[in-house]
Protein backbone atom coordinates (compact mmCIF):
# COMPACT_ATOMS: atom_id res chain seq x y z
CA UNK A 1 0.00 0.00 0.00
CA UNK A 2 1.08 3.29 -1.13
CA UNK A 3 0.50 6.92 0.01
CA UNK A 4 1.36 9.79 -2.31
CA UNK A 5 0.89 12.76 -0.57
CA UNK A 6 0.52 16.59 -2.63
CA UNK A 7 0.00 20.06 -3.08
CA UNK A 8 1.92 21.62 -0.30
CA UNK A 9 4.22 25.26 -0.77
CA UNK A 10 4.72 28.53 -0.03
CA UNK A 11 1.69 30.88 0.77
CA UNK A 12 1.42 33.92 2.78
CA UNK A 13 -0.96 34.12 5.75
CA UNK A 14 -4.44 34.11 4.67
CA UNK A 15 -4.46 32.27 1.57
CA UNK A 16 -5.49 28.30 0.92
CA UNK A 17 -4.02 25.46 -0.27
CA UNK A 18 -5.72 21.87 -1.08
CA UNK A 19 -3.43 18.96 -0.51
CA UNK A 20 -4.30 15.55 -1.85
CA UNK A 21 -3.47 12.15 -0.82
CA UNK A 22 -3.40 9.43 -3.17
CA UNK A 23 -3.97 5.88 -2.53
CA UNK A 24 -2.79 2.91 -3.93
CA UNK A 25 -5.39 0.23 -4.88
CA UNK A 26 -9.07 0.20 -3.72
CA UNK A 27 -8.21 -0.30 0.31
CA UNK A 28 -9.07 3.52 0.75
CA UNK A 29 -12.58 2.23 0.45
CA UNK A 30 -12.76 0.63 3.99
CA UNK A 31 -10.46 2.42 6.03
CA UNK A 32 -10.57 5.93 7.78
CA UNK A 33 -8.18 8.12 6.78
CA UNK A 34 -6.97 11.31 8.60
CA UNK A 35 -4.57 13.79 7.82
CA UNK A 36 -1.84 14.99 10.42
CA UNK A 37 1.15 17.58 10.53
CA UNK A 38 4.59 17.48 12.23
CA UNK A 39 6.68 21.03 12.98
CA UNK A 40 10.68 20.12 13.68
CA UNK A 41 11.13 19.15 17.25
CA UNK A 42 7.11 18.02 17.88
CA UNK A 43 5.57 15.36 17.48
CA UNK A 44 3.08 14.31 14.97
CA UNK A 45 -0.04 15.67 15.74
CA UNK A 46 -3.92 15.64 14.52
CA UNK A 47 -5.63 17.50 12.30
CA UNK A 48 -8.47 16.05 11.19
CA UNK A 49 -10.19 12.15 10.11
CA UNK A 50 -12.93 11.18 7.92
CA UNK A 51 -15.04 7.81 7.84
CA UNK A 52 -15.06 5.35 5.70
CA UNK A 53 -17.66 6.44 3.74
CA UNK A 54 -17.18 10.31 4.37
CA UNK A 55 -19.90 11.07 6.49
CA UNK A 56 -18.60 11.42 9.82
CA UNK A 57 -15.44 14.20 9.98
CA UNK A 58 -13.78 15.62 13.05
CA UNK A 59 -11.05 18.24 13.47
CA UNK A 60 -8.81 19.55 16.08
CA UNK A 61 -9.76 23.27 17.45
CA UNK A 62 -7.06 24.93 16.03
CA UNK A 63 -8.17 24.03 12.43
CA UNK A 64 -11.94 23.70 13.17
CA UNK A 65 -13.28 26.51 10.61
CA UNK A 66 -10.42 26.68 8.55
CA UNK A 67 -9.88 22.99 7.38
CA UNK A 68 -12.38 20.96 5.46
CA UNK A 69 -11.59 17.02 5.21
CA UNK A 70 -13.16 15.06 2.26
CA UNK A 71 -12.75 11.96 -0.02
CA UNK A 72 -13.27 10.60 -3.12
CA UNK A 73 -13.65 6.63 -2.85
CA UNK A 74 -13.53 6.48 -6.62
CA UNK A 75 -10.51 8.01 -7.25
CA UNK A 76 -9.03 6.75 -3.90
CA UNK A 77 -7.95 10.02 -3.01
CA UNK A 78 -9.09 12.18 0.33
CA UNK A 79 -8.67 15.71 0.23
CA UNK A 80 -7.65 18.47 2.48
CA UNK A 81 -8.93 21.73 2.02
CA UNK A 82 -6.79 24.73 4.39
CA UNK A 83 -8.48 28.56 3.84
CA UNK A 84 -7.38 31.26 5.80
CA UNK A 85 -3.93 29.79 6.80
CA UNK A 86 -1.69 30.94 9.50
CA UNK A 87 2.02 30.83 9.88
CA UNK A 88 1.26 28.61 13.01
CA UNK A 89 -0.32 26.03 10.62
CA UNK A 90 3.52 25.70 8.78
CA UNK A 91 4.51 22.30 8.85
CA UNK A 92 4.97 18.99 6.87
CA UNK A 93 1.84 17.19 6.85
CA UNK A 94 1.03 13.44 6.51
CA UNK A 95 -2.23 11.55 5.49
CA UNK A 96 -2.89 8.32 7.11
CA UNK A 97 -4.98 5.28 6.71
CA UNK A 98 -6.11 3.51 9.79
CA UNK A 99 -9.08 1.08 10.75
CA UNK A 100 -9.51 2.85 13.81
CA UNK A 101 -13.13 4.10 14.63
CA UNK A 102 -11.46 6.98 16.42
CA UNK A 103 -8.49 7.91 14.60
CA UNK A 104 -7.45 10.99 16.19
CA UNK A 105 -4.02 9.52 17.65
CA UNK A 106 -0.73 8.74 15.42
CA UNK A 107 -0.31 5.55 16.81
CA UNK A 108 -3.83 4.08 15.63
CA UNK A 109 -2.30 4.62 11.95
CA UNK A 110 -0.45 2.07 9.98
CA UNK A 111 0.14 3.43 6.58
CA UNK A 112 1.35 6.80 6.18
CA UNK A 113 2.33 8.71 3.23
CA UNK A 114 5.88 10.40 2.82
CA UNK A 115 4.28 14.29 3.75
CA UNK A 116 4.38 17.50 2.24
CA UNK A 117 5.88 20.46 3.45
CA UNK A 118 3.29 23.44 3.96
CA UNK A 119 4.85 26.82 5.07
CA UNK A 120 2.75 30.13 5.67
CA UNK A 121 4.58 33.15 5.76
CA UNK A 122 3.46 36.37 7.66
Known amino acids: VQLQASGGGLVQAGDSLRLSCAVS????????MGWFRQSPGKERAFVAT????????YYSDSVKGRFTISRDNAKSTVYLQMNSLKPEDTAVYYC????????????????WGQGTQVTVSS
Open 96 to 111: GLTSSIDGTQATQYYY
Open 25 to 32: GRIIRGHR
Open 50 to 57: ISRDGGGT
